[in-house]
């Protein structure tokens, strides 16, 4: 059942479509006249990059590029990049890849505007948050694949890995002001990328959709998006130039994103960042592991909602009872993690039995909010009995 008293955020204003990324001088001189670039460094001295560097000039804007982002990006070098866009005195922040640079731009906006550490403004258990005072910079995302949502939620996912940990900022400020999602952008995208990225939009859409808080509203993108995933993810993967698969798969990631940003993810995504924390792997299949083992626990609670997944996936079981067609979706999802070529397990990711307890810690510790949206109420054993499950369904 959808929740029927809810409330609804979208403050980030939204181009979509081919060739958007040409709007950003217009976007950017309308902010400010000093950008703060954080651009991955697999763009350093790109085409991309000094077209962007010289359309912001032509517009009035000088920049200054920042390259140290990494996948899953430290708190510490969030802190360094705030210190050196305050230095510079940066009056926007800009940036481009994936969810990675533009939650590190999330991170760096706060910490410019309000001092401290990006560490402390992540939420975790029985720790002191801090909050922040003011609105930071505003940002411009610019994501270049289809995957985290993060041109559109309010959150931003940092690492620690001196503590081994993952943990996120949480708050409003994190929203960006402006998104421009350019699938053309995506079609350099190794088929590897783009299915990781593609599972994590499927996720987010996913995990809100059969959990506790969904609504009228966040079904609308919920569905739509799951429904764009199964048709043209494996298509982008086969056929990354294929455009009109990357503006599905474009269009769903934000539209996930609303989902994820209104409503929030369960128990695949608690472990998923878990695991990331101990072994810096890839969130989208980091995540996707423990998918197919969380679908099986929570068949007894959300059947009808995992049967209408299971219909986008297979629309033959429409024939079959409701709760046949549940049954079907682990498998469904299996065969289409292989079809996408995510067929590997937790062991291929680098986690071994004895690491389950310390997993589920962080994922507790850090992530008790995702799995305390899970339909069917999840404590710390089940969490085990998911995990010990998902070696065997790798």
Known sequence: MSEMNYQISLPTRIRFGQNSLSALPQEASALGRRAFLLVDPFLKDSRLECAVVAGLAAAGVEARLWHDVVPNPRAATCDA????ARNWRAEIIIAIWGGSTIDAAKAVSLVAANGGSAWDFTARADVKVLTPARRGFPIIAVPTNAGTGAEITPFAVLSNPDLKLKATIIHPFCYPDVALIDPDLHVSNPARLTASTGVDTFLHAFEGFIGTRPNTWSDLFSIRAMELVASNLPVACAEPANTDARTGMAEACYMAGVTLGNVGVGIPHALGQALGALKDTPHGESCAAFLVSTVRWTL???GERIARVARIFRPDLGRL???????????????????????????????????????????LANYGQDVAC??????????????RDSFKSG
Do not use: H, N
């Open 81 to 84: 990049a705030a210190a050196d």
């Open 300 to 302: 007894p609670e959300a």
């Open 374 to 387: 899970s339909r069917r109420p999840a404590a710390r054993e089940d969490l085990y009995a998911i995990v």
């Open 321 to 363: 009872p409701e709760s046949e067609q549940a049954k079907a979706l682990p498998g469904a999802l299996a065969d289409f993690f292989t079809s996408i070529g995510l067929s590997g397990g937790l062991e291929a990711l680098g986690l071994t039995s004895g690491e389950v307890e310390p997993l589920v810690a962080i994922a």
